[in-house]
């Protein structure tokens, strides 16, 4: 497997990297372990994970693994520091995401469930609602500095806001910002100048999440919704209608005509074009199956021929439009 550096850090990992989003309820634990099994033979060693998936069953099946079924220096976890969803709360609940409170008392609750003292690659969640940016950074400078957490990523945060909080911790001597955490795929391109010009004045490095669009970019929805499939899964599927209507299933189209073309699978289309893409630093892979983790972490992914590239890539460039609802 590929490795890069994560962004300018000298935190090396995997290019293709484990998500646990269905780990506790869709994925059970023999399942959850042949997927880390052949993340780690395939080379990889980055696992996602977040006391919000599963509603915190994630976290309790990666715990189980460490203790039987792989080294903790084995990975590097990449952990949500996001307190466990309260219905109870009030709305400021979203806002204490990126608090002092909030980002100690998670990560205090993360590294007891998981066994570990030390997170290494620590994610903040960004809500609209957020706490003052020094009050987070100097959070999180705190537990660098305890050696509770080695590097910092920030999720889903616009591109102001991520550079805002990089500068900061510039300004203030505080751990850089290390990596940028969002969807991004040849369904979901965001504005690729922002992120490269991101990457190359901070040193942030992204990690993708849902590289394959929810499983769309395989193939497998191109002509209906297979019964056993995300889609067909009521508490799954919104993670992938976004990708189903007619401008995203030409793109579709074009990977499966070029995997046809290339004998690859679409999936291995997909994946080797993001592996091309200087922003991404590590493609998160959420494989509900052991089968399929073992299908996905098998794969080559050799380098698209440069017309092949640059087709997928023009094709892909333009912001896709949601239908209106």
Same mark, same amino acid.
């Given at each position: 497997?590929?490795?890069?550096?994560?962004?300018?850090?000298?935190?090396?990992?995997?290019?293709?990297?484990?998500?646990?989003?269905t780990?506790?309820?869709?994925?059970?634990?023999?399942?959850?372990?042949?997927s880390l099994?052949?993340?780690?033979e395939?080379?990889?060693?980055?696992?996602?994970?977040?006391p919000?998936?599963s509603?915190?069953?994630?976290?309790?099946?990666l715990?189980?693994?460490?203790?039987s079924?792989?080294?903790?220096?084995?990975?590097?976890?990449?952990a949500?520091?996001?307190?466990?969803?309260?219905?109870?709360?009030?709305?400021?609940?979203?806002? @204490?995401?990126?608090?002092r409170? *909030?980002? +100690?008392? &998670?990560?205090?609750?993360?590294? %007891?469930? #998981?066994?570990?003292?030390?997170?290494d690659?620590?994610?903040?969640?960004?809500?609209?609602?957020?706490a003052?940016?020094?009050?987070?950074m100097?959070?999180?400078?705190?537990?660098?500095?305890q050696?509770?957490?080695?590097y910092?990523c920030?999720?889903?945060?616009p591109?102001w806001?991520?550079?805002?909080?990089?500068?900061?911790a510039?300004s203030?001597?505080?751990?850089p910002?290390t990596g940028?955490?969002?969807?991004?795929?040849l369904?979901?391109?965001?504005?690729?100048?922002?992120?490269?010009?991101?990457?190359?004045?901070?040193?942030?490095?992204?990690?993708?999440?849902?590289?394959?669009?929810?499983g769309?970019?395989?193939?497998?929805?191109?002509?209906?919704?297979?019964?056993?499939s995300? @889609?067909?899964?009521?508490?799954? *599927?919104? +993670?992938? &209608?976004?990708?189903?209507?007619? %401008?995203? #299933?030409?793109?579709?189209?074009?990977?499966?005509?070029?995997?046809d073309?290339?004998?690859?699978?679409?999936?291995d289309?997909?994946?080797?074009?993001?592996?091309?893409e200087?922003?991404?630093?590590?493609?998160?892979?959420?494989p509900?199956t052991?089968?399929?983790?073992?299908?996905?972490?098998?794969?080559?992914l050799?380098?698209?021929?440069?017309?092949?590239?640059?087709?997928l890539?023009?094709?892909s460039?333009?912001?896709?439009?949601?239908?209106?609802?």
């Amino acid at each position: 497997m590929k490795y890069n550096n994560i962004g300018a850090s000298g935190l090396r990992a995997g290019f293709l990297g484990l998500g646990t989003l269905t780990w506790g309820m869709d994925t059970d634990l023999d399942d959850a372990r042949r997927s880390l099994v052949a993340l780690r033979e395939a080379g990889g060693n980055f696992v996602d994970v977040s006391p919000l998936y599963s509603d915190g069953g994630a976290v309790s099946v990666l715990s189980e693994l460490l203790k039987s079924s792989v080294g903790r220096n084995e990975l590097i976890i990449s952990a949500h520091l996001t307190p466990p969803f309260d219905p109870r709360a009030s709305d400021a609940w979203q806002g @204490a995401f990126m608090g002092r409170a *909030a980002i +100690l008392t &998670s990560l205090d609750s993360l590294l %007891a469930a #998981l066994g570990t003292d030390t997170i290494d690659f620590a994610v903040i969640d960004y809500t609209y609602e957020h706490a003052p940016v020094d009050e987070t950074m100097a959070a999180l400078a705190d537990a660098v500095h305890q050696g509770k957490i080695r590097y910092v990523c920030i999720n889903g945060a616009p591109l102001w806001f991520t550079a805002m909080m990089a500068q900061h911790a510039i300004s203030r001597s505080y751990p850089p910002i290390t990596g940028l955490a969002q969807p991004y795929s040849l369904l979901e391109r965001g504005n690729d100048s922002e992120l490269l010009a991101a990457r190359e004045h901070f040193g942030i490095g992204m990690i993708a999440y849902s590289p394959l669009a929810g499983g769309v970019l395989t193939g497998k929805y191109n002509n209906t919704i297979p019964p056993t499939s995300r @889609a067909a899964t009521e508490h799954l *599927a919104n +993670l992938v &209608s976004p990708y189903l209507y007619e %401008a995203p #299933l030409q793109i579709t189209g074009a990977v499966a005509r070029a995997a046809d073309g290339l004998a690859r699978t679409p999936a291995d289309v997909a994946l080797a074009w993001l592996m091309g893409e200087p922003n991404v630093s590590v493609a998160v892979c959420g494989p509900r199956t052991g089968s399929q983790a073992e299908q996905l972490f098998s794969a080559q992914l050799d380098a698209l021929p440069t017309q092949v590239a640059q087709a997928l890539d023009d094709i892909s460039r333009p912001q896709l439009k949601y239908p209106e609802e």
